[in-house]
C-alpha cells in the first residue's frame, strides 16, 4: 500500500527551522537578563553557519558580480521577512555606492504595502511571484536571488522560476537543506541556522543569517564593480550633511588636502568624490576625469596609478 504524500503539517513540520529547540523550552518563565543571553548566544551560532556556507556563497557572488560588471541587474525576491530584507538591502545601494535605484532591487509579495504591514498569504501565490519578475523584465544579464528561509515558498518559487525561463542567473537562499528553493536555482545557498528560539519565527536567526549574507552580495559586487576605494566608498553621493562630511574626509583622506582644498574640489566636481580626487591629485577637469574613469572601467586606483 502506497503511503499518502506528506500534507503541508508534516511537511512543515520536517523542516529544521521549524523544530523545537528544548533549550529555550521555558523562555517565558526565565527573565529578561537570562533570555537576552539566550537570545545573544542563539544569534553568535548564526556567522558561523553563514561560514560553513561559503563554498555556496562565493561561486553565487562571483557569478552575479561578472553579470553586473557587463550591465546587468540585481533583483532579490523574498515574501514577509525574507522580502524585506532584500529590499532594505537595495534600498541602501544607491545612497552608499551611488547606483541607479532600478540596478539593485527588491521584490516582496503583495507588494511595497506588505514591507510595513504583514500580509501573509501572499506568499502561497506562486503565479505572483512569476508576475513579478515578468514586470521587473529581467533578461539574460541580470540575476535573480530568491530568499526563502523554508526553501518552499511558492512566492519565491515562482519567482525563480520564471526567472530561468527568461535566461537570468538564479540564486536561492534558504535556511533547510535539500529544499525545493536549491533544486530550483543555478545556485543554491543553503545557510542551516537550525532552531529558532522562537520556533518557527526565523525573522531571528535565519533573518539575520539571509542579511549577512545579502550584505556579501551587494558589498562585494559593488567593491569589484569599483565603488570603492580601499575601503572608502568614493561612489556615494553626498545627499545631506552626514555624507557631505564623510566626503570630504575621504577627499582629504586620498589627497591630503586640506578642509578647504576638499571642499573646493567638491564643489568644483558637482559633488563627485572620485572626480574631486582626481582633480586635486592630477589637475583633472571634470570632462578629464569622466573619461579616465571610463577608461579605468570606473575603478579609481586604476585612473590614479595609470597616470604614474
Do not use: W
Amino acid at each position: 500500500m502506497t503511503a499518502a504524500p506528506a500534507g503541508p503539517e508534516q511537511q512543515l513540520g520536517a523542516l529544521d527551522t521549524e523544530s523545537v529547540d528544548p533549550r529555550y523550552g521555558h523562555i517565558d518563565v526565565v527573565g529578561v537578563a537570562a533570555l537576552a543571553r539566550l537570545m545573544n548566544d542563539a544569534d553568535a551560532e548564526v556567522p558561523a553557519a553563514v561560514r560553513r556556507s561559503m563554498d555556496q556563497i562565493v561561486p553565487a557572488i562571483e557569478a552575479v558580480s561578472a553579470r553586473m560588471r557587463r550591465g546587468g541587474r540585481l533583483l532579490y525576491v523574498g515574501a514577509g521577512t525574507p522580502g524585506r530584507i532584500g529590499v532594505l538591502d537595495a534600498s541602501e545601494c544607491p545612497p552608499t555606492f551611488g547606483t541607479p535605484p532600478e540596478l539593485v532591487r527588491g521584490v516582496i509579495a503583495g507588494g511595497p504595502g506588505a514591507f510595513f504591514a504583514a500580509q501573509e498569504g501572499v506568499e502561497d501565490d506562486a503565479e505572483a511571484g512569476r508576475a513579478a519578475v515578468v514586470a521587473e523584465r529581467v533578461g539574460p544579464a541580470d540575476s535573480v536571488i530568491g530568499i526563502a528561509s523554508s526553501g518552499r515558498t511558492p512566492f519565491v518559487l515562482g519567482a525563480v522560476a520564471e526567472a530561468r525561463v527568461c535566461g537570468t542567473l538564479t540564486v536561492g537562499l534558504s535556511c533547510n537543506p535539500s529544499t525545493a528553493l536549491s533544486a530550483a536555482a543555478d545556485h543554491p545557498i543553503e545557510v542551516l541556522v537550525g532552531a529558532e528560539v522562537i520556533a518557527g519565527s526565523t525573522r531571528l536567526k535565519a533573518g539575520s543569517a539571509q542579511k549577512l549574507v545579502l550584505n556579501m552580495f551587494s558589498t562585494i559586487v559593488m567593491v569589484e564593480m569599483g565603488k570603492t576605494y580601499g575601503n572608502l566608498m568614493v561612489d556615494m553621493r553626498p545627499s545631506n550633511e552626514k555624507l557631505l562630511a564623510r566626503a570630504i574626509r575621504i577627499v582629504r583622506r586620498v589627497t591630503g588636502a586640506s578642509q578647504e582644498q576638499a571642499v573646493t574640489a567638491l564643489e568644483a566636481s558637482d559633488m563627485q568624490v572620485k572626480l574631486a580626487i582626481l582633480r586635486l591629485q592630477l589637475g583633472l577637469d571634470n570632462a578629464d576625469g569622466v573619461a579616465r574613469l571610463a577608461a579605468a572601467d570606473g575603478r579609481l586606483r586604476v585612473a590614479l596609478e595609470g597616470a604614474r
